[in-house]
Structures are given as structure tokens and as C-alpha cells.
T-cell receptor, first 113, second 111 residues
């Protein structure tokens, strides 16, 4: 039972354009969501998070949007840069179950110069 | 501040052997979690320790175990290794928030 789904295994965009990575979840008890970026042979790097009491959180070029009714979140990267090329993981957490992240299977983003 | 460190980075074992992996969290972090990453299953939660106590456990067999020491360092042990245990094992530490910070991982290959 995959509770966090990233339905696009890969995404390719041109440098300078917007990258939009999507994530869906099924467990309505999830109330904290995170995005991580991962390069090969390295551990995931925390990018940005959002609590279920918000619908948007912004940090520089990265913005995460949360639509609770649709159980959907997305990560926007503007403008995209070649160094953003990596696998992006969406993760979710449930209050009272701290430190037990449930991850999606990741989306490989390729930003072409 | 130094990040999460994991040793060794690479390990090759044969079926039936056991292995111990080590993780040193970020200074001041008391929670340490372990994850297994495989191509087919993605990142899956193994267990989490806080103040030397296991607080959460994922759906893995009893061959997977761990512990945490008083200095918050943690070890993970896998006994009677199987081919399917080949994976990247990641350790993450947390302070008090929900954000976990990951180490570089240990790549385990079981032959």
C-alpha cells in the first residue's frame, strides 16, 4: 500500500523554465510534508517542508503548494538550473508518529542547459 | 556544524553473514532513524531511536536490529544476510522538529 505516490518517474525541463514536481498521498492523517533532493551516492538533502495548516511555503527558488482536499502537493522550482538535476523525493509524516517519514519513490529531474 | 556521518560507506558481504553499520548524528540531535533504499521499494523506514530507546519500527523482519548509545550514536545490525538485503542504508538525525537530516549512506552488497 503506497501511501505517498510520485507518479512521474522523470521530468525534463529547460534551464530557466519552471519545474513542477507532483506528489499525491492517501493517508489523511499525514500533516507534515517534506521535499528532499538526492544526488547519486549521496544521502537525501532537505529542501523545504510544509505543515497541513498552510497551503504554501516558499524558500528562494523553491515553493511547495499543498492541496489538502485533493491530497496533493507540488514543488515548484523557478528558475530551474542544471545543478537542480537530481532525484526529488516527497515525504510525509503524521502527528504522533514523528520521525517516521513515508517517502514516495522519487522523480528524476533533468534540467537541460 | 558537522553533518550526519555513516561508516563504512561501502560494504560487501556474503549470504548468511551479519553486518553492523554505524551512524553519528549531528551534534545535539537525539533522534536517529534508519532507512533502506532499494530500486524497487524506494526509501523505507526501518526504525527510530531516541535517548537509547526504540520509539518506532517499520515492517522489517527481526534480522534487522539497532541500538543507540548514550552519546546518540547509533548502530544497525543485519543478521543472516540475504541477497535482497543489498541496498543503500541511510541514517537520519533530528533535533525536535520533523525535519530529518540524512547522512551519505552505506552501500551494502550481498553476494
Amino acid at each position: 500500500d503506497q501511501q505517498v505516490k510520485q507518479n512521474s518517474p522523470s521530468l525534463s525541463v529547460q534551464e530557466g523554465r519552471i519545474s513542477i514536481l507532483n506528489c499525491d498521498y492517501t493517508n489523511s492523517m499525514f500533516d507534515y510534508f517534506l521535499w528532499y533532493k538526492k544526488y547519486p551516492a549521496e544521502g537525501p538533502t532537505f529542501l523545504i517542508s510544509i505543515s497541513s495548516i498552510k497551503d504554501k511555503n516558499e524558500d528562494g527558488r523553491f515553493t511547495v503548494f499543498l492541496n489538502k482536499s485533493a491530497k496533493h502537493l507540488s514543488l515548484h522550482i523557478v528558475p530551474s538550473q542544471p545543478g537542480d538535476s537530481a532525484v526529488y523525493f516527497c515525504a510525509a509524516n503524521r502527528m504522533g508518529s514523528n520521525y517516521k517519514l513515508t517517502f514516495g519513490k522519487g522523480t528524476l529531474l533533468t534540467v537541460n542547459p | 556544524k558537522a553533518g550526519v556521518t555513516q561508516t563504512p560507506r561501502y560494504l560487501i558481504k556474503t549470504r548468511g553473514q551479519q553486518v553492523t553499520l554505524s551512524c553519528s548524528p549531528i551534534s545535539g540531535h537525539r533522534s536517529v532513524s534508519w532507512y533502506q533504499q532499494t530500486p524497487g521499494q524506494g526509501l523505507q523506514f526501518l526504525f527510530e531511536y531516541f535517548s537509547e530507546t526504540q520509539r518506532n519500527k517499520g515492517n522489517f523482519p527481526g534480522r534487522f536490529s539497532g541500538r543507540q548509545f548514550s552519546n546518540s550514536r547509533s548502530e544497525m545490525n543485519v543478521s543472516t544476510l540475504e541477497l535482497g538485503d543489498s541496498a543503500l542504508y541511510l541514517c537520519a538525525s533530528s533535533l525536535v522538529s520533523d525535519t530529518q537530516y540524512f547522512g551519505p549512506g552505506t552501500r551494502l552488497t550481498v553476494l
